[in-house]
């Protein structure tokens, strides 16, 4: 089956410019996730949507950072402006629906994001 | 909010020997817990998970524990290889959490062969 797909591969901008990122995530998967992950640490929740509709944001700095998930498939995250501590690798999960026990995660290659 | 605490950060072995690492949870509602493996410049994949109603699993060299009082899992890799050179993230999900998958900070495993 095809995985979940994320482009671009890497991006590099400088600091107060902005940026945006893909995610198509697996067909049928009802869940999808954007983490951050920090050179060094583990992966840390920004947003989880089930369809359309947003689970958790918590985690997300909203006066920069949003996402949305038009009709409940592609999934775009966009940084406006980008600070330098943003520089990190941003993974895009899907699951098939975690609230009837199918919770495994299945990963995109990621985003290198690099802020100058 | 769910916390997950992962030790040790940095675990050598010599190829052949056994490796363990441990993991804690904050909320007693989470109920399914995966372990990822990530090497370089790649995307984590699962490559174990247990549930809440189960104790211990096994998978050939891997295992995984879980002590549901303590709140701790554990992962448990015997006759290790250099292909398990890696790092290594444990997780936590559960309904008290609305189904937010949390890792902990990883284990960079080293094997020396």
């Known amino acids: 089956e095809a995985g979940v797909a994320q482009s671009p591969r890497?991006?590099?901008?400088?600091?107060?410019?902005?940026?945006?990122?893909?995610c198509n995530?697996?067909?049928?998967?009802?869940?999808?996730?954007?983490?951050?992950?920090i050179l060094g640490q583990g992966p840390k929740l920004l947003i989880q949507f089930q369809n359309n509709g947003v689970v958790d944001d918590s985690q997300l700095p909203k006066d920069r950072f949003s996402a949305e998930r038009l009709k409940g498939v592609d999934s775009t995250l966009k940084i406006q402006p980008a600070k330098?501590?943003?520089?990190?690798?941003?993974?895009?999960?899907?699951?098939?629906?975690?609230?009837?026990?199918?919770?495994?995660l299945f990963f995109g290659s990621g985003t290198q994001l690099s802020v100058l | 909010g769910e916390n997950v605490e992962q030790h040790p950060s940095t675990l050598s072995v010599q190829e052949g020997d056994s490796a363990v690492i441990k993991c804690t949870y904050s909320d007693s509602a989470s109920n399914y817990f995966p372990w990822y493996k990530?090497?370089?410049?790649?995307?984590?994949?699962?490559?174990?998970?247990?549930?809440?109603?189960?104790?211990e699993k096994k998978?050939?060299?891997?295992?995984?524990?879980?002590?549901?009082?303590?709140?701790?899992?554990?992962?448990?890799?015997?006759?290790t290889q250099p292909e398990d050179s890696a790092v290594y993230f444990c997780a936590?999900?559960?309904?008290?959490?609305?189904?937010?998958?949390?890792?902990g900070a990883g284990t960079r495993l080293f094997v020396k062969a």
């Open chain 1, 10 to 22: 890497y991006k590099i901008i400088e600091k107060r410019q902005s940026v945006a990122f893909w």
């Open chain 1, 84 to 104: 330098l501590e943003d520089s990190a690798v941003y993974l895009c999960a899907s699951s098939l629906n975690p609230r009837a026990t199918n919770e495994k």
């Open chain 1, 25 to 37: 995530p697996i067909s049928g998967h009802a869940t999808l996730y954007w983490y951050q992950q």
């Open chain 2, 59 to 79: 998978d050939q060299r891997i295992a995984v524990t879980l002590n549901k009082t303590a709140k701790h899992f554990s992962l448990h890799i015997t006759e």
């Open chain 2, 38 to 55: 990530q090497e370089l410049g790649k995307r984590p994949q699962l490559i174990i998970d247990i549930r809440s109603n189960v104790g």
């Open chain 2, 92 to 103: 936590a999900s559960g309904f008290g959490g609305g189904f937010k998958t949390i890792f």
